[in-house]
């Protein structure tokens, strides 16, 4: 009751847990037990990762388009203000010529006053633009020079008198030189400037196409890792599971993703195949017990035999008989009865369905129990069962019933393939360094032809008549030995005969047994 | 008084001598039995038996070989064999090598007896 109570319990936790972590694509009901691992794990789909990858390739490369606009616009601005410059300078240079002019042959002032007042003017709309560029104080000084320029030119047109103007003059041309260098490195500046932009400019291509590469190489990474390496993965999966390996797939990953849901199904369909394999295995058991029972049921006639001779003798002559020879035939007959339930016992644990439960083993005690078994079937064909066991050997790890199973295949294998007064040899001994105990059964008889050898483990493939062989022994056999995670092997030479090797890994660590 | 009978039993299980022999002496006959059948045909060889009842499984040689050295040395001997498993094919075969009878384990000592007696009256007919 209180364990009934337990497991409900466990249940239900299960059921929560399994509530808890999956939000979202969330599997049917009764799902296996071995995928909550799967969704343990924060989900990021795959979906999710490329329309991420993908939106930031789009803001990478619209930030570089936004920026080659901008720098397009500013270098345009540039070259439009480039040209203003250059209208200041010719407007200093012209109001300059004049100056020279009225200063020659007193022609031309009031032209050269309106050139100047044309740069003034070019000054005061662009004061701001050309503070930035040049530095306000640099636009003051070229202010001042203009204002000064100004003053002075208007003052000699007030003069007469030549001496005076003579006066006036170098100041007057020092002011029209220096306003012309400013301009001229104005410009400079300007022209420099839209250099150096255009060459930025040039480079945005590079950036940008250096961007992609690297945007591609992170997107073909991407799918690498996620999508090929998902496949490749689950290639290996397939593989293993047609080998029969049966064991769930478990995370590989930080997040969960499509694979997840795949491994899911996956472990579903494991699930699935290793019960219907159980089915399989079940079923096959069952024929053997049928082979078996033909075996016993003839072995069960002699102590029955025994019995029913015994027990009427004693009925015929019970008068007669003294209590010495009365008592000697009732234990005749208890004796025979004991025998009886041994043939019967034997057969009926071996047909048992049990739970499979891995533990160390005495591979003689399997052996032996097995030998038993088939030795009615080894009789009634008139083939001999050897044993040349090599001991001491270290247990083995498996589950008797399955190992019992195993070794009535292979046994019943070799008695079916043998013609009378051969020989079936069963030996055992332990692999060098890996830790296996081998158990060999050996056959003298036909052998096995070449060309049928590779298939002889393949489910279904059988050599014997219609209706005689399921074809599944061998296969089943492998399965088991593979659950148990050891392996068979078969050799077999035309004419004199066939072994086949079961390595059954060991429970002890070797060196243990090979220094003592 | 009728002549008695020389009856050699062979079969592996000790306990089917031991209980045959003392039943099948009632009525009068010889009774030899053997667990090995080799040392029971070089007792045929010393001296024939009228009949001789053999178990068909044996190790060694079985009972239908048995059949056929018996036969092949006395032809008129009855033997009669006795099977575990009885099974149609066996029966036949044992019959067609000029075997007199047939029984199936476990039996009666009264049902051999019966058996044993049909072939009395064959011998003394």
């Given at each position: 009751m209180e364990r009934e109570q337990l497991r409900e319990n466990m249940r239900t936790r299960k059921e929560v847990a399994v509530g808890d972590f999956m939000?979202?694509?969330?599997?049917?009901?009764?799902?296996?037990?071995?995928?909550?691992?799967?969704?343990?794990?924060?989900?990021?789909?795959?979906?999710?990762?490329?329309?991420?990858?993908?939106?930031?390739?789009?803001?990478?490369?619209?930030?570089?388009?936004?920026?080659?606009?901008?720098?397009?616009?500013?270098?345009?601005?540039?070259?439009?203000?480039?040209?203003?410059?250059?209208?200041?300078?010719?407007?200093?240079?012209?109001?300059?010529?004049?100056?020279?002019?009225?200063?020659?042959?007193?022609?031309?002032?009031?032209?050269?006053?309106?050139?100047?007042?044309?740069?003034?003017?070019?000054?005061?709309?662009?004061?701001?633009?050309?503070?930035?560029?040049?530095?306000?104080?640099?636009?003051?000084?070229?202010?001042?020079?203009?204002?000064?320029?100004?003053?002075?030119?208007?003052?000699?047109?007030r003069k007469r008198d030549p001496l005076e103007r003579q006066d006036i003059e170098p100041k007057l041309r020092e002011h029209g030189s220096q306003m012309i260098s400013l301009a001229l490195e104005f410009e400079r500046e300007e022209r420099e400037s839209v250099r150096k932009m255009l060459s930025q400019a040039r480079k945005i291509p590079f950036l940008f196409l250096a961007v992609l590469v690297v945007l591609m190489v992170f997107i073909a990474f991407f799918i690498k890792t996620q999508i090929l390496g998902g496949l490749a993965r689950f290639k290996k999966y397939t593989e293993r599971i047609g080998r029969g390996n049966f064991t769930p797939i478990v995370p590989k990953r930080k997040y969960r993703d499509e694979f997840s849901m795949l491994a899911a199904a996956f472990n579903r369909m494991i699930q699935e195949l290793d019960r219907r394999h159980n089915i399989l295995v079940e079923s096959h058991k069952l024929r053997a017990v049928g082979t078996l029972v033909a075996g016993v049921a003839h072995e069960l006639n002699n102590p029955l035999n025994n019995t029913m001779l015994t027990a009427t003798m004693l009925e015929e002559d019970f008068s007669t008989l003294d209590d010495k020879e009365k008592l000697s035939m009732v234990n005749d007959i208890i004796a025979e009865t004991e025998r009886s339930q041994k043939i019967v016992r034997n057969l009926l644990d071996f047909a048992r369905e049990s739970e499979m439960e891995i533990r160390p083993l005495q591979i003689e005690k399997i052996l032996d129990d097995t030998i038993r078994l088939v030795v009615n079937q080894a009789k009634m064909a008139k083939v001999k069962i050897e044993k040349e066991f090599q001991g001491p050997l270290p247990p083995v790890h498996g589950d008797a019933q399955m190992l019992h199973q195993v070794f009535v295949n292979l046994i019943l294998n070799a008695v079916d393939a043998l013609p009378p007064h051969g020989t079936v040899r069963v030996s055992t001994f332990k692999t060098k360094e890996d830790g296996y105990v081998v158990v060999e059964v050996r056959d003298n008889g036909p052998g096995i032809p070449e060309h049928i050898l590779p298939r002889i483990f393949d489910p279904f493939f059988t050599t014997k008549a219609n209706g005689k062989g399921t074809g599944l022994g061998l296969s089943v056999s492998r399965g088991m030995v593979r659950k148990l995670g050891g392996y068979v092997l078969a050799e077999s030479k035309a004419g004199e005969g066939t072994v086949f090797s079961v390595f059954l890994p060991a429970t002890v660590v070797p060196s243990k047994y090979s220094s003592g | 008084m009728e002549k008695k009978l020389r009856i050699m039993v062979i079969d592996d299980e000790n306990i089917v001598g031991k209980r045959l022999k003392p039943a099948l002496e009632k009525d009068g006959d010889t009774v030899e039995t053997f667990e090995e059948p080799n040392k029971a045909l070089e007792r045929f060889g010393e001296a024939p038996f009228d009949i001789v009842v053999t178990d068909i499984r044996m190790d060694g040689i079985d009972g239908l070989e048995v059949l056929e050295?018996?036969?092949?040395?006395?032809?008129?001997?009855?033997?009669?064999?006795?099977?575990?498993?009885?099974?149609?094919?066996?029966?036949?075969?044992?019959?067609?090598?000029?075997?007199?009878?047939?029984?199936?384990?476990?039996?009666?000592?009264?049902?051999?007896?019966?058996?044993?007696?049909?072939?009395?009256?064959?011998?003394?007919?």
């Open positions: 939000p979202f694509p969330y599997p049917e009901k009764g799902e296996p037990v071995e995928n909550i691992a799967l969704f343990e794990r924060p989900s990021i789909s795959i979906r999710t990762r490329l329309v991420m990858a993908f939106a930031l390739s789009f803001a990478m490369c619209a930030a570089i388009t936004i920026w080659s606009i901008y720098i397009a616009a500013l270098v345009q601005e540039k070259i439009v203000f480039l040209e203003t410059s250059g209208n200041y300078r010719i407007e200093i240079q012209q109001a300059r010529r004049f100056e020279k002019n009225f200063l020659l042959y007193e022609t031309n002032l009031p032209e050269a006053m309106e050139h100047l007042r044309n740069a003034e003017q070019i000054l005061m709309e662009n004061g701001e633009t050309i503070g930035n560029i040049l530095g306000a104080s640099a636009l003051a000084i070229m202010k001042a020079h203009a204002r000064e320029y100004h003053s002075l030119l208007t003052e000699l047109g | 050295q018996v036969l092949a040395r006395s032809a008129k001997t009855k033997v009669i064999i006795i099977t575990g498993y009885a099974t149609v094919e066996v029966a036949r075969e044992a019959l067609a090598k000029g075997a007199f009878d047939f029984i199936a384990k476990p039996f009666k000592p009264g049902d051999l007896r019966a058996v044993i007696e049909k072939a009395a009256r064959e011998i003394r007919a």
